[in-house]
Nanobody
């Protein structure tokens, strides 16, 4: 099994910054794409950013130029640097990884979620 543990959420004022981290642990054989999704109250979960093992990145349009995704392959960790935050970014942010464990083929794994609230 693979576990994802997020950290770094919280309350921030508009225009502020937060950095989310997500560490994968367990019987990991390999990890493919990692990324971040978010779900705001009353809305569906949406992709925020994805990064491949080689470093290719995609972002949803609303965060381009403000958010930066990165990863440390040696530590099985993915980060999301969020700048110029606005109230529309308020949501629960979920870490995601396509991972292969020692006992299974590639499966999707999710973290428990971390709350990000942007408010004055």
């Amino acid at each position: 099994q693979v576990q994802l543990v997020e950290s770094g959420g919280g309350l921030v004022q508009p225009g502020g910054s937060l950095r989310l981290s997500c560490a994968a642990s367990g019987s990991i054989f390999s990890i493919n794409a990692m990324g971040w999704y978010r779900q705001a109250p009353g809305k569906e979960r949406e992709v925020v950013a994805i990064i491949t093992p080689g470093g290719s990145k995609i972002y949803t349009d609303s965060v381009k130029g403000r958010f930066t995704i990165s990863r440390d392959n040696a530590k099985n960790t993915v980060f999301l640097q969020m700048n110029s935050l606005n109230p529309e970014d308020t949501a629960v942010y979920y870490c995601y990884a396509d991972a292969r464990s020692s006992k299974s083929n590639i499966l999707p794994y999710w973290g428990q979620g971390t709350q990000v609230t942007v408010s004055s």
